[in-house]
């Protein structure tokens, strides 16, 4: 992220590129978004498309390394709670002590910066790093939210949802695509925050009720099933 900042802040600081073209067309966004299913279809195509090759490299090291650091908490032990409590505990705090310090001081620092683009394109690149040590504090709740007996109702609820990840991240396409796009409410762009909060909270008591539903009845999700046979080609397995 920070390479894309980077180049494109140059790009537009020696005038080789024009403003709106970094940023894209707003206007055309919207259009694309609140048309028919083959105008938001074309938007989305062409936006992902240009995202994958033109700035997909740039976004590589970051994946890489993120997935390294993934892989090395794992095998330590400390994403899979076979530390003490009071590891967890100390460790998780002070990550999100230091991520927050960060995120404030990255914040008011970027929007004190005098560029042609505007603080958030900034802000975007410094966010993802920031977000590195916010992340491993949230991790560590959820650890000793699972460790929790207290907590085993609202775990077991999220674990179901996890069972049905492909599923449920398909339902949750299809709810907010029809709310947002044209083909559906065409509310896209059209509503802002706390309203937004009402939604994702209305979407997710749908993920966790038709997952437990779902769940009573059958060992696997309707997608989880399918890319299953998909993937052994109908073998039956256990």
Not at 69 to 84: K, P
Not at 157 to 181: E, K, P
Request: hydrophobic letters at 50%.
């Amino acid at each position: 992220m920070g390479l894309f900042m980077a180049a494109g802040l140059y790009f537009v600081e020696t005038g080789k590129m024009p403003l709106e073209q970094l940023l894209g067309d707003p206007a055309s966004e919207l259009a694309g978004y609140r048309g028919s299913f083959a105008d938001a279809f074309r938007t989305r195509f062409f936006q992902t498309a240009k995202f994958q090759l033109q700035y997909g490299p740039l976004f590589l090291p970051a994946l890489w390394g993120t997935m390294a650091l993934g892989m090395g908490l794992t095998r330590s032990g400390i994403l899979t709670g076979e530390r003490s409590t009071r590891f967890h505990v100390t460790f998780g705090l002070s990550m999100l002590l230091l991520g927050s310090v960060l995120t404030v001081i990255g914040y008011l620092a970027c929007y004190s910066l005098d560029l042609v683009t505007p603080p958030a394109f900034v802000w975007q690149a410094f966010a993802q790093f920031l977000g590195i040590p916010l992340s491993l504090g949230y991790s560590q709740l959820v650890v000793l939210a699972c460790r929790s007996r207290a907590m085993r109702g609202p775990v077991k609820g999220l674990a179901n949802v996890g069972r049905m990840a492909l599923t449920n991240y398909l339902s949750q396409t299809l709810i907010c695509t029809t709310i947002f796009y044209g083909y559906g409410l065409g509310r896209f762009g059209t509503i802002d925050f706390p309203a937004l909060y009402g939604i994702v909270l209305a979407v997710w008591i749908f993920n966790l009720a038709f997952s437990a539903l779902w769940l009573r009845w059958f060992p696997y999700g309707p997608f989880e099933w399918l890319w299953r046979q998909i993937t052994y080609l109908g073998i039956r397995t256990v």
